[in-house]
C-alpha cells in the first residue's frame, strides 16, 4: 500500500502570508496527486489536480507543484476564507485511492 | 443543477446491514466513474469503492472488500453502496463522489461530492 504524509499536521498563519503544506508517498506515484480543502459542515472540494494543474474557478494564489514522491501546495497572500483544512489525494496505487491525514490551517 | 445527493444513512447494529444511495442529475451520469468516500468523526476522507462508468471495473478498499458491494444505475442515474456486516469502525459519514473521468483504465480526481449521509453502527 501506498503511505501518504503530509506535514505539517497544522498550521498558523495570518491574513497575506504565505504558506507551504508538504505531501510524501511511500513510493512514486508521478503525477497521480491531487489537493482538496475542507471546511467545517462541508465535503472536500478539489482545488489541484494531476499535481499542478488549477481546477476550474479556484484562486491563482493557490498553486502546486512536484512529481514522484514528494509533492507541495502553496497557497500566497492568505485570505480569511482560506483558513480550512487542506487534504493530499493520490490516485496511483493499491488501495487505488488514498488520502493524506490532512493539514489544519488556523488563523494566527 | 449539478449535484449528487445521498441517503439511506441510520443507525444500525453491528453485523446488521444498509444500502446507500447516491442520486445524480445535471450532468451526463454514465460519462463518470463514480465513488464512496467515507470521513469518521474528526479523520480525514477514506476512501471506500469505485465503479467505472459502464461498471466493468469495480474495486474497493481493503477495509471494506467483501462486506460492501458498489454498483450503478445508468438508467436511473445512480449510484449504490451495499453494506453489510457493518462494524463500529464504519461509522462515518459516507460522501458520493464523482470522478472526472470514465474510469475504465484509471481513477481520476473527485470534482463533485454529495453532502454525505451518516451511517452510525452501535448496539
Known amino acids: 500500500d501506498i503511505q501518504m504524509t503530509q506535514s505539517p499536521s497544522s498550521l498558523s498563519a495570518s491574513v497575506g502570508d504565505l504558506v507551504t503544506i508538504t505531501c510524501r508517498t511511500s513510493q512514486n506515484i508521478g503525477s497521480y496527486l491531487n489537493w482538496y480543502q475542507q471546511k467545517p459542515g462541508k465535503a472536500p472540494n478539489v482545488l489541484i489536480y494531476?499535481?499542478?494543474r488549477l481546477q476550474t474557478g479556484v484562486p491563482s494564489r493557490f498553486s502546486a507543484r512536484g512529481s514522484g514522491t514528494t509533492f507541495t501546495l502553496t497557497i500566497s497572500d492568505l485570505q480569511p476564507e482560506d483558513f480550512a483544512t487542506y487534504y493530499c489525494?493520490?490516485?496511483?496505487?493499491?488501495?487505488?485511492?488514498?488520502f493524506g491525514q490532512g493539514t489544519k490551517l488556523e488563523i494566527k | 443543477e449539478v449535484q449528487l445527493v445521498e441517503s439511506g444513512g441510520g443507525l444500525v447494529q453491528p453485523g446488521g446491514s444498509l444500502r446507500l444511495s447516491c442520486a445524480a442529475s445535471?450532468?451526463?451520469?454514465?460519462?463518470?466513474?463514480m465513488h464512496w468516500v467515507r470521513q469518521a468523526p474528526g479523520k480525514g476522507p477514506e476512501w471506500v469503492a469505485g465503479?467505472?462508468?459502464?461498471?466493468?471495473?469495480?474495486e474497493y478498499a481493503d477495509s471494506v472488500k467483501g462486506r460492501f458491494t458498489i454498483s450503478r444505475d445508468n438508467g436511473e442515474n445512480s449510484l449504490y453502496l451495499q453494506m453489510d456486516s457493518l462494524r463500529a469502525e464504519d461509522t462515518a459519514l459516507y460522501y458520493c463522489a464523482k470522478d472526472r473521468w470514465g474510469g475504465n483504465s484509471h481513477w481520476s480526481y473527485f470534482d463533485l461530492w454529495g453532502q454525505g449521509t451518516l451511517v452510525t453502527v452501535s448496539s
Open positions: 494531476d499535481a499542478s
Open positions: 445535471g450532468f451526463t451520469f454514465d460519462d463518470h466513474a
Open positions: 489525494h493520490q490516485t496511483y496505487g493499491n488501495p487505488t485511492n488514498s
Open positions: 465503479i467505472s462508468w459502464g461498471s466493468t471495473r469495480v
